[in-house]
Nanobody, 125 residues
Framework: QVQFRESGGGLVQAGGSLRLSCVGSGISFSTYAMGWFRRTPGKDRELVATISWGGESRNYIDAVQGRFTISRDNAKNTVYLQMNNLKPEDTAVYYC??????????????????WGQGTQVTVSS
């Protein structure tokens, strides 16, 4: 059974930093691209960043470019999201997810089928 567990969320002031972690199990982690998503009440889940299975390719939405960094440690089955210069509009539940097939690099939310439970990030102004 594929499982992901996110951690690292919390309450931070605007301009602060957080690092989210996501540990995977039940999956050949090093062969799957990973994505970080976020959702706020009343809005659809939004893809924030993706990283390829070996870490060579990364993509970010414009809203976080230059402030967030996605990385991974395949030896630890873990993907990270370093978030700097946080803004109130970054407040959301953040999720990690993997696509349905290995060695598939995609930016389509619908392609991600295995999800964690999420971790709350709240940025105060």
């Amino acid at each position: 059974q594929v499982q992901f567990r996110e951690s690292g969320g919390g309450l931070v002031q605007a301009g602060g930093s957080l690092r989210l972690s996501c540990v995977g199990s039940g999956i050949s982690f090093s062969t799957y691209a990973m994505g970080w998503f976020r959702r706020t009440p009343g809005k659809d889940r939004e893809l924030v960043a993706t990283i390829s299975w070996g870490g060579e390719s990364r993509n970010y939405i414009d809203a976080v470019q230059g402030r967030f960094t996605i990385s991974r440690d395949n030896a630890k089955n873990t993907v990270y999201l370093q978030m700097n210069n946080l803004k109130p509009e970054d407040t959301a539940v953040y999720y990690c997810a993997a696509p349905s097939a290995p060695r598939t690099y995609t930016l389509e939310t619908a392609d991600f089928t295995s999800w964690g439970q999420g971790t709350q990030v709240t940025v105060s102004s």
